[in-house]
């Protein structure tokens, strides 16, 4: 996948170059392979990564003379597990060059820049990237993350980041840019954790937040420029032409733009362009969610399991289909969507006009066909109306029904609570409330003093989820999770990480709603932690069943949690 850089204009340059830059991401000689325990360090610790990811900045390239062409608003970001592995450098003054240069995380002024400014594909937007230290300032210039054996297995979570860190690495290499180029590095993670600092998690500690001082960090950042090396050098594929402008589906000639908005530390939204935000389509979304004749007997409609006092869940373990069904499955609740790329508990669905339809033809939910909804609604006169003011004409579709639903769904925001006033100063937080808020950002770190609930990994940042999937120590049941929807042993376990925003207003609490209480979700973490195969890391870094919080700490983080309910006015 190619990440598009910051593109540095030239006047006079009739005829510019680019230079596309791959990552090969490698242990030793041996290719990197996700979630697989087969490294082994010169500890003798055997290791496997679930995480590699980082931040690109400040590209340049020397001239044979020794004066260097930089690029100074190049950003990329880097991630195995998603396999987006290169960048492009455009506009290059044509010519002969003997050396490359980036650094490891972004400059100065990028890192203490709003996060909510860049656009929704920009590098640095933390909802693309994942890497920004949410209310503290700056991003996690690279996060390696995994699982070891040394006795048992453990997890480890090594965060790079700080001003001081950034890392500058620059490559000896002869490039003729007179033509478009492609450049092949290594980035080998056995230097990174062995050369010329060897790193043993379970000698120097097992996570890093790179405060001043401390060793591990310190390792990283003498490792990393050795950790690159050039693998090859060969003529470039032509540039990925920019696509055409999406064009909206089914706009009517006369529409009304509906006014999202959202909480201004928010990171920008990749609000689907095809169907663009409009109040009749809303307004459309809005009446089908609660339609009952979505249902095959006309007994449930979507706000049956998602019910808006309850903030979109339905306060059940299970949700209750057609005949009094009982589902698998807690109902998950609908708020700041917007910001997700995968739904459902497993994230079985890409998008959520395919969401919306799925429970239509459920067995265990509404247990009707699209074909059969689309008949019923036309003996209705309200609704061929409808879809002709949201769609420019009566006709209705599945599709049309999804994309209706997805623009209701899109508008179900979250982000006024007593924590966001309190953070722009409009309230205080109580002192238990306060304690809460620092036990949830700080890292638990026997090895450095550090004594927190280390909440922030999963549920950092404005939206307090990383949209990710993740196993979270619960006993093991039948339900295997995102296992289901894809297929792979690794993700066994793991589900979708809900956002903490209102979360005293939805329980019961997990996908199978087996906490009742916020108080026996945190005694989860304090001493229920189960250890599996895919545990994840920044829980299996911790001592056995979790982090032991004390019965002050478990309130005042409780008391915290309940800042984040919305107001009410």
Sequence with gaps: MLVLLAVLFCAGISRAASLEVSFRHQFGNEGLILDSLRFQNTAKETLSFTRVSYLLSGFALEREDGGWVEFPDSYAWIDAGTRRDSCRIEMIPPGKYRAVRFHIGPDPA?????????????????????????????????????????????????????????????????????ADTALVLDFDLAVLLNAPRALSFAKDGVATHSRDGDPVAAALVANLPGAFRVVQVLSAKPAISRPAPVKPLYLPEKYTPYRFTMNVTFPLPDLPRDNPLIEERVALGKALFSETALSRDRSISCASCHVANFVFTDARRFSIGVDGR?????????????????????GRAPSLRTQALMPIEDHAEMDESVQNVIRKLGEDASYPRMFAAAFGAPEMTAEKIGLALEQFMLTLLA????????????????????????????????????????CFHCHGGP??????????????????????????????????????????????????????????????????????????????????GGIALSADEQKALVAFLRTLSDVRE
């Design 110 to 178: 990028a890192n203490i820049r709003e996060p909510s400014q860049f656009a929704p594909e920009h590098p640095l937007n933390p909802n693309l990237n994942g890497l920004h230290w949410s209310w503290q300032t700056g991003y996690i210039f690279l996060a390696l993350e995994g699982r070891y054996r040394a006795g048992g297995l453990d997890g480890f979570s090594l965060h790079l980041a700080r001003d001081p860190n950034r890392t500058r690495v620059s490559l000896a290499v002869p490039l003729d840019l007179t």
């Design 326 to 346: 009982k589902g698998t499955r807690n109902s998950m609740p609908l708020m700041n969507l917007a910001w997700k790329t995968s739904f459902f508990w497993d």
């Design 415 to 454: 982000g006024d609570s007593k924590f966001d006033r309190a953070i722009r100063g409009a309230a205080t937080f109580s002192d238990d409330e306060r304690r809460g808020f620092e036990l949830f950002m700080t890292e638990f770190d026997p090895r450095t003093g550090q004594r927190g609930a280390d």
């Design 463 to 544: 939206l307090f989820s990383d949209h990710q999937f993740h196993n979270n120590g619960l006993s093991p049941t039948e339900d295997t999770g995102r296992f289901r929807a894809t297929g792979k042993d690794s993700d066994r376990g793991k589900f979708a990480t809900p956002s903490l925003r209102n979360i005293e207003r939805t329980a019961p609490y997990m996908h199978d709603g087996r906490f009742a209480t916020l108080e026996e979700v945190v005694e989860h973490y304090s001493s229920g932690v189960q250890r599996t195969a895919t545990l994840d890391p920044n829980l299996a870094k911790h001592p056995k």
